[in-house]
């Protein structure tokens, strides 16, 4: 396993990797007041290849009633997350959110559809699920048509060349012609 150790202040770095290897596993935790289990299975509807892997419930002590869900763990194509019923006490926003990389206009307009019902449609691929997560849905080709650099190409000879002409019509879908030509113009 991977150590991390303090390095002095003229390296440059505030910590070296001591033994090389994989990234740890990381599971994110969703917070909801009682909407856990909804959740859990609203996102393995949305997802191929997705299940809940585990319910547990509040037991006599609390702080819930007995039996009731206090957290869900469930996959989203492989990957772990969690969720929690833990009350009002926190929502989410915007400062995090998921982003989907979507390799066609199929898999843009399936997320997009699904997650945006019950939910709020934002600018350039943004939403907010039923439960007020915030969501990404791009396509891949996103990274290469925005820092193509020939910005007048990007939607046109490179994109279609490139046979990206999907990708193009999604960030055009998502985005706007407004927001895409301001975006390109800059570089």
Known sequence: MDRLTPRSASAGSDFDVIHAGTMPKITPWLWFDTEAEDAAN?????????????????????????????????????QEF?????????????????????????????????????????????????????????????????????PAAALTNHAVAGGKTEAAVSLVRLCGKE???NRLARG
């Open 42 to 78: 609203f996102y393995t509807s949305v997802f191929k290849n997705s299940r809940i892997t585990n319910v547990a419930r509040y037991g006599e002590a609390g702080p819930r009633p007995a039996g009731t869900v206090m957290t869900v763990a469930f996959e989203l194509d492989g």
């Open 82 to 150: 969690a969720a929690l019923n833990g009350g009002p006490e926190y929502t989410f926003n915007e400062a995090v959110s998921f982003q989907i990389s979507c390799a066609d206009q199929a898999e843009v307009d399936h997320y997009w559809n699904a997650l945006t019902e019950g939910g709020a449609a934002g600018p350039c691929g943004w939403l907010k699920d039923r439960f007020g997560l915030s969501w990404q849905v791009v396509p891949q080709a996103l990274p290469e048509l925005l820092n193509h650099p020939d």
């Open 179 to 181: 927001w895409l030509g």
